[in-house]
């Protein structure tokens, strides 16, 4: 979807070197198993401690260098992979969320249940639920069809107590650019725009032309605005903790 296929990882002093999105800008560092197959074809057919060590190295001997968010796609469900992410990011679990998504039909919304007793039973804080394909905008007229239900969504975050995030329905103008999505060619530069800021990458220029763009936005600026309250939260927990530990014993 970024336009990287094709591309391998390489080796450092550091570890790994992650593959960069936007090229030379080096602001979107994308790591995954399909860069290290010979063919992007091949299966991954791996048993839990092989799944396991892997993903242990994609946290600690990858050269993400210094962050601002790391972002984790996980399978739906709860499975190894889920339990080992945890374990593995034991040291900085008081920075983890999560971010539930789900598609509005039934079977879909068993699963995400499940997601959301895993991160209860891990003291996982949920940003919030976004429901994904709630339906479909036709590109000729513009009339929405429910092709799997709406709203199931929002009325799980309902139920939960979640805050609901968004909505998003299927937008094939952006199927369309991630399918041909080709991700910036050897030797281009990062040039400086009218303004003197960073070219960002062909990619998300042309993404930010589709009908959902604004929709995806709104959702990040809730789940921005979830992470300062739970940060804040936390924070204040901890104060409070250190606070009775502070306490004379009388």
């Avoid at 946290?59 to 601002?68: A, F, N, P, Q, T």
């Avoid at 984790?72 to 992410?85: N, Q, V, Y």
């Avoid at 999560?98 to 997601?115: E, R, S």
Wanted: aromatic share 6%.
């Amino acid at each position: 979807m970024l336009g990287l296929d094709g591309h391998s990882v390489h080796q450092s002093s550091d570890g790994w070197v992650p593959v960069y999105a936007d090229g030379s800008e080096a602001r979107l560092a994308c790591m995954s198993v399909g860069f290290l197959l010979k063919r992007k074809e091949d299966s991954v057919v791996w048993r839990g401690p092989k799944k396991n060590a892997m993903i242990r190295q994609f946290l600690s001997d990858v050269r993400w260098g210094e962050l601002d968010y790391l972002v984790i796609d996980t399978p739906p469900g709860t499975s190894d992979e889920h339990l080992s992410l945890v374990e593995h990011m034991a040291p900085v679990h008081a920075r983890l969320s999560a971010v539930i998504v789900t598609t509005p039909q039934a079977v879909a919304l068993l699963d995400a249940l499940k997601c959301l007793s895993f991160t209860r039973a891990t003291a996982l804080p949920v940003l919030g639920l976004v429901e994904n394909m709630s339906g479909y905008v036709c590109p000729c007229c513009g009339e929405i069809s429910n092709v799997f239900s709406t709203g199931g969504g929002a009325e799980m975050a309902r139920r939960e107590r979640l805050p609901f995030l968004g909505s998003l329905p299927v937008d094939t103008e952006l199927v369309t650019l991630l399918d041909a999505a080709e991700g910036e060619r050897p030797g281009e530069s990062a040039e400086r725009a009218a303004g003197g800021s960073e070219r960002s990458f062909g990619l998300l220029e042309r993404y930010q032309r589709t009908p959902t763009a604004p929709l995806f936005k709104d959702i990040v600026d809730k789940m921005l605005e979830q992470l300062a309250r739970t940060r804040s939260q936390r924070e204040a927990e901890a104060s409070e903790a250190s606070q009775v530990l502070a306490s004379p014993v009388s």
